[in-house]
């Protein structure tokens, strides 16, 4: 157990430098044992630079044999409404993941499994369209409960087999819920319920499914994206056979992606260039629709992507502001994939120690897009902590503070 546990106030940067002592490490001996410099970790220490890199918070709490929730920080409360308010389904969230099994459903009473698809469509809309993680969840638990019973007691098999179809949907959409607003172990658990869920339907397509969210909510050590990135390959190749149609394609388009971003992660240039290249080649066959497809992937979300690449790559600002300027934001027509977009390019564009402004610009934006996101986006918060702590901040004035209270950042 560290002596942060995962819900302190504090920057990465103290919190990095709490550890190392508490771990009784020099600047130096951390640095050797992450494979990093001393001149890197002082500079994160002192708010000198910002820890935005998974490849390097993997390192560095490898190094220190701690989570990355004790170094990067767990769940956040702060006085803003849209920052706290959505954690307040986490508990009923919790209740129904951790309660409720296939082998033994929670409850016995259920609305019909036609019923059950439409709210969960609208669940789903609420995340992605809207990124309102409390409409998400109020109804949620429900729908998980119920599509349980649906999925053991339903009327016939025409019913069963929808049931377990859709309550592999309805975990993804907990898990990347859970996983948003910093509850990883929840996570973990939805992922484990949706493989459950897709190995009791033997779909090759919802199997793929369940590895995708499998690989997004796995324990982030160096030796897990490892084994993230050979998971994402297997997922892929044994998917491929069976990609014939547009949702097929999608699941197989965003394996590929995620492949990529382990490759990206463990600095493998070459299984990085290859996942792309797949993920345009799919995202050619799909239309260049993210409202429509299956969790947003198209031609466009392959662009945002490539920014997110180049961002764990460590590429400058002016690369990120030239990968940027490659995507229509027209085309960004989901509050989810727009914000990220936006905070990336934002957190990229902070790397330039002369593009403090034009940073908090993209980061303004990004909260306005989908402001409950944005304010508990662990990678967003130390964005803006750097760019406070930057002596050129002014440039950001007011705004910067104001994103900065929001977001329950020192300022």
Known sequence: MSPLGGYDDATIGARLRTLRRWRGKTQVELAGLAGLSPSFVSMVENGQRPLDRRSHIAALASALKVSETDLAGGPHLGPDADQSAPHSGIPALRVALETSRLSDPADDRARPVNALAVELRAIKDAYTQQCDYVSVGERLPAVLDELHVQAVLGTGEPDRTAALGLLVEAHISAMFMAKDLGYLDLAHVAALRAEDAA???????????????????????????????????????????????????????????????????????????????????????????????????????????????????????????????????????????????????????????????????????????????????????????????RASAAAGGRELRGIAARMGVLH
């Not at 493998?268 to 260049?288: K, Q």
């Not at 490539?306 to 300027?325: C, F, H």
Request: with cysteine; charged share 25%; aromatic share 6%.
């Open 199 to 389: 190995q009791m339907l033997g779909d090759p397509v919802a199997i793929g499914k369940a590895a995708l969210v499998r690989f997004h909510s796995i324990p982030r050590a160096i030796t897990s994206w490892d084994r993230g990135l050979a998971m994402a390959e297997r997922s892929a190749a044994a998917l491929e056979p069976h990609a014939s149609d547009v949702d097929g394609v999608c699941v197989l388009g965003m394996l590929t992606l995620s492949a990529a971003l382990a490759a990206a992660v463990l600095q493998r240039s070459t299984a990085l260039d290859h996942w792309l290249c797949e993920s345009a080649a799919l995202a050619a066959r799909v239309p260049d629709d993210m409202a429509a497809n299956w969790w947003s992937f198209c031609s466009t979300n392959v662009a945002v992507w490539r920014v997110a690449l180049a961002l764990e790559r460590g590429e400058g600002g002016g690369k990120i502001a030239e990968l940027a300027s490659s995507v229509d934001e027209r085309k960004l027509t989901t509050r989810t994939r727009r914000a990220d977009f936006l905070v990336d390019v934002g957190r990229g564009v902070a790397r330039d120690p002369k593009a403090g402004a034009e940073a908090v610009g993209w980061l303004r934006r990004a909260e306005q897009a989908a402001p409950q996101r944005v304010r508990n986006y662990a990678p967003a918060r130390e964005s803006v902590a750097y760019l406070m702590a």
